[in-house]
Nanobody
């Protein structure tokens, strides 16, 4: 079955950087748009940004200019480079991916998340 596994979370000081990874496995189907979401304590899950199969990106205003999403299609992996981290970025970060034999038949799969804590 399809699995998405995030890694790279941890504790970082304000102003620091982290790079998250999300690797997809268990499917020979195509991986289309991949996205990063986050959920802070007591808040709803929100979209951080996304990247299409050909590399077009979208970012939430709150992270624009600080975060960058990239992907390696050969490794079925998407990355989230986070710079200038602030306390408000503290959250569990989740990735998802639209996976299927064609875009219209793709299903969305989620990882279990990786925790990012920004604190001095």
């Amino acid at each position: 079955q399809v699995q998405l596994v995030e890694s790279g979370g941890g504790l970082v000081q304000p102003g620091g950087s982290l790079r998250l990874s999300c690797a997809a496995s268990g499917s020979a189907a195509n991986i289309y748009t991949m996205a990063w979401y986050r959920q802070a304590p007591g808040k709803e899950r929100e979209l951080v940004g996304s990247i299409t199969r050909i590399g077009s990106t979208f970012y939430a205003d709150s992270v624009k200019g600080r975060f960058a999403i990239s992907r390696d299609n050969g490794k079925n992996t998407v990355y989230l480079q986070m710079n200038s981290l602030q306390g408000e970025d503290t959250a569990v970060y989740y990735c998802n991916g639209d996976i299927g034999v064609s875009p219209l038949r793709a299903m969305t799969y989620w990882g279990k998340g990786t925790r990012v804590t920004v604190s001095s």
